[in-house]
Nanobody, 127 residues
Framework: QVQLVESGGGLVQAGGSLRLSCAAS????????MGWFRQAPGKAREFVGA????????YYADSVKGRFAISRDNAKNTVYLQMNSLTPEDTAVYYC????????????????????WGQGTQVTVSS
């Protein structure tokens, strides 16, 4: 099991940048594929991006491709979401999630395949 804590959210203007962090407890972080999701008011949870256990493989939703970047530092038990060129449509609560897997290159898109979730961090982008 892991516990996930997101941080780095806040209020930014359109066109700005923000980096979110997700810190995981325990010593088994490298056993988990990781993902980022977001949920805006009145909308369903939306996939943002995913990263494999080693960090060698990533996958992004079309809506954030080229603007967002996922990375991880397994030595620090942390996954990051770098967000650039933000727009008001990016306003949401952002969640990180972890999925235990044996596959080194697996990226997981479906939210119901993740085992653990953080509490979320609010990102608000003003125009």
């Amino acid at each position: 099991q892991v516990q996930l804590v997101e941080s780095g959210g806040g209020l930014v203007q359109a066109g700005g940048s923000l980096r979110l962090s997700c810190a995981a407890s325990g010593r088994t972080f490298s056993n988990y594929a990781m993902g980022w999701f977001r949920q805006a008011p009145g909308k369903a949870r939306e996939f943002v991006g995913a990263i494999s256990k080693s960090g060698a493989n990533t996958y992004y939703a079309d809506s954030v491709k080229g603007r967002f970047a996922i990375s991880r530092d397994n030595a620090k038990n942390t996954v990051y979401l770098q967000m650039n060129s933000l727009t008001p449509e990016d306003t949401a609560v952002y969640y990180c999630a972890a999925a235990l897997t044996f596959l080194q290159t697996r990226v997981i898109i479906r939210g119901n395949e993740y085992n653990y979730w953080g509490q979320g961090t609010q990102v608000t982008v003003s125009s």
